[in-house]
Each structure stands twice: as C-alpha cells, then as structure tokens.
C-alpha cells in the first residue's frame, strides 16, 4: 500500500498533496489531527504549544488547555485559550514596563470587608508565588491619607485585579472607596477582573463597564491558587 509523504515532505501546497503517492487525487486526509491538513493550521502569536489538561495540572476546567508563550518550561499551570486571550494584553503592559524595576507587580483592589477573607488569600498565594502586591492592609500606616496611598499605589504598580466578590458588588453600589479605586483603574488598560463566588453576569447589574472587560473566574475546579499561579507567571519578568 502506498505511504503518505506527510511526515517527511510535508503537505503544505496543492500540489504536494497531488504528488503523494497515498493522499494524491481525490483522496486527501488530514494529517496531524487538526483538520486542515499538515502544516495547515496556524496558532496566534500568544500560543505556544497546546498542553494537556491532565490530572496534576493546575487548570481553569475541563477541557483543552493552551501554553501561552510567557509560560516557562516546565511550568505546571495550564489555561484555557480564552485566558491566554484575556491575559496577553496584560502581559504587554507587563513587558512594556520592564525597564521600571521600582514599580510593583499587582494593584490588588478588594471590598473592606474582605481584607481578611478572600482579599488577604489571594494577596498570600500571590506573595508565596514571588508577586510583589500592593495590598491596603500592609501598605497604608496609621495615620496616613487612605486615599492618598492607594492613589500612590495605583501609580506605583504594573497592573490592578479587582477582586469581585458579594461584598464588592454591594461597595459598589455605596460608592464607596473601592469605587474610587475602580474608577482610576477602569481608565487604565491594566486590570484583571477576578470573581470570587459571584459571577461576570452578576457584576454587569452593577458596573457594566467593569463586566465588559475579559477576567479569570475561581471555580472549584480553578482554584484561588490556580488564579493566583496564572498572575504570578504573566507578571513574571
């Protein structure tokens, strides 16, 4: 029977398909398992190779996962290809700012009441990550402007994750400080939205603008750490 080309010549015209003495004619395959034909299929320049989401990954879910190009070998984190889109317009600010090692890595902007809840997780998940974190709990002295030093904050760091939880949404809706934290936030293209047992839909009854921007979402399955690992590598320099 006669061998097809592929896996040495490759099939990447016409009419190398035409000269294969198995595929030639009418009886073209795909080869390589993407459908298009070898060669065929082109990733966008965020991909580097599909990975597997096999057991001992830290994924966001079920399903295929992707490497984006700032993962480093051997890392153990895995995305969904939405999250690898949501997270490289981050990552080239990121990189943009390279040359300001003074700045912080992450703005982490949070309801007051979950400074010791879901807000001081993740700000210790991404601090054991190696993240440099402005958080208000350890940032702002006694006796200092709140808003003066969130302010420096906010223009001291690479990047802003507004941490969307129950107790935000309610914030929102007073007005309150973290509102102003979001309103700067919001004017910058440096914020990564992360919901925490509520979801996108809910923010958008509150802060459509807010809901409008791609985020990563905790789930039982993409875990606080798992989000925390994602941030750690995308501001990782």
């Given at each position: 029977?006669?061998?097809?080309?592929?896996?040495?010549?490759?099939?990447?015209?016409?009419?190398?398909?035409?000269e294969?003495?198995?595929?030639?004619?009418?009886?073209?395959?795909?080869?390589?398992?993407?459908?298009?034909g070898?060669?065929?299929?082109?990733s966008?320049?965020?991909?580097?190779?599909?990975?597997?989401s096999?057991?001992?990954?830290?994924?966001?879910?079920?399903?295929?996962?992707?490497?984006?190009?700032?993962?480093?070998?051997?890392?153990f984190v895995?995305?969904?290809?939405?999250?690898?889109?949501?997270?490289?317009?981050?990552?080239?600010?990121?990189?943009?700012?390279?040359?300001?090692?003074?700045?912080?890595?992450?703005?982490?902007?949070?309801?007051?009441?979950?400074?010791?809840?879901?807000?001081?997780?993740?700000?210790?998940?991404?601090?054991?990550?190696?993240?440099?974190?402005?958080?208000?709990?350890k940032?702002?002295?006694?006796?200092?402007?709140?808003?003066r030093?969130?302010?420096?904050?906010?223009?001291?760091?690479?990047?802003?994750?507004?941490?969307?939880?129950?107790?935000?949404l309610?914030?929102?809706?007073?007005?309150?400080?973290?509102?102003?934290?979001?309103?700067?936030?919001?004017?910058?293209?440096?914020?990564?939205?992360?919901?925490?047992?509520?979801t996108?839909?809910?923010?958008?009854?509150?802060?459509?603008?807010?809901?409008?921007?791609s985020?990563?979402?905790?789930?039982?399955?993409?875990?606080?750490?798992?989000?925390?690992a994602?941030?750690?590598?995308?501001?990782?320099?």
């Open positions: 029977m006669a061998r097809c080309t592929a896996p040495v010549r490759g099939h990447r015209s016409a009419r190398s398909r035409a294969c003495p198995a595929c030639g004619g009418g009886g073209y395959r795909s080869y390589g398992g993407y459908g298009g070898y060669g065929s299929y082109s966008p320049s965020y991909y580097s190779s599909p990975v597997s096999g057991s001992g990954r830290s994924g966001g879910g079920s399903g295929s996962s992707t490497r984006p190009r700032w993962s480093k070998a051997g890392s895995s995305y969904t290809p939405a999250e690898v889109q949501t997270l490289t317009p981050i990552r080239e600010t990121v990189e943009k700012q390279a040359p300001r090692p003074d700045l912080r890595d992450i703005f982490l902007c949070h309801a007051w009441d979950d400074r010791q809840g879901a807000a001081k997780q993740l700000h210790d998940l991404l601090e054991a990550c190696g993240v440099k974190v402005w958080f208000s709990e940032d702002v002295a006694l006796g200092t402007s709140l808003l030093e969130i302010d420096k904050g906010l223009a001291k760091s690479r990047i802003g994750i507004v941490l969307v939880t129950p107790a935000l309610s914030r929102l809706k007073g007005e309150g400080i973290a509102d102003k934290e979001l309103s700067v936030l919001l004017a910058r293209d440096q914020l990564v939205p992360v919901a925490y047992g509520t996108f839909e809910a923010l958008r009854d509150v802060s459509p603008m807010l809901a409008s921007r985020g990563l979402t905790v789930t039982a399955d993409n875990t606080m750490a798992n989000v925390a994602k941030l750690a590598e995308v501001v990782a320099l």
